[in-house]
Nanobody
């Protein structure tokens, strides 16, 4: 599956932004989908994940209550709505896909591990100014 992220940009602290990830070339509903981000000089970190059906979501503590992950399987698109943005949210945001139901040595927290995902988008820059 190919993933194309878009929607990044620059916003002031406290503002909102929505990034999208369009999928093609595969059966979108066969994948759990995640968002990760990477700031300059830092490792890529988990942001949010959503199950294939949209029925389950998990968030990093740093974004819980401010970000919302969602998906539209009919449009084969993943979203991340980001509200109350902070300067520390500045990063390149990546979407990622993992086949549903694959076992993991990490058990129920597999979704936090970047190496659990098979496919990645190219990333979209989000910059939050104070």
């Amino acid at each position: 599956v190919q993933l194309q992220a878009s929607g990044g940009g620059s916003v002031q602290a406290g503002g909102s932004l929505r990034v999208s990830c369009a999928a093609s070339g595969g059966t979108f509903s066969s994948y759990d989908m995640g968002w990760f981000r990477q700031a300059p000089g830092k490792e890529r970190e988990f942001v949010a994940v959503i199950s294939w059906s949209g029925g389950s979501t998990y968030y990093a503590d740093s974004v819980k209550g401010r970000f919302t992950i969602s998906r539209d399987n009919a449009k084969t698109t993943l979203y991340l709505q980001m509200n109350s943005l902070k300067p520390e949210d500045t990063a390149v945001y990546y979407c990622a896909a993992r086949p549903v139901g694959r076992a993991s040595k990490y058990g129920s927290t597999w979704y936090r591990r970047a190496n659990e995902y098979d496919y990645w988008g190219q990333g979209t820059q989000v910059t939050v100014s104070s």
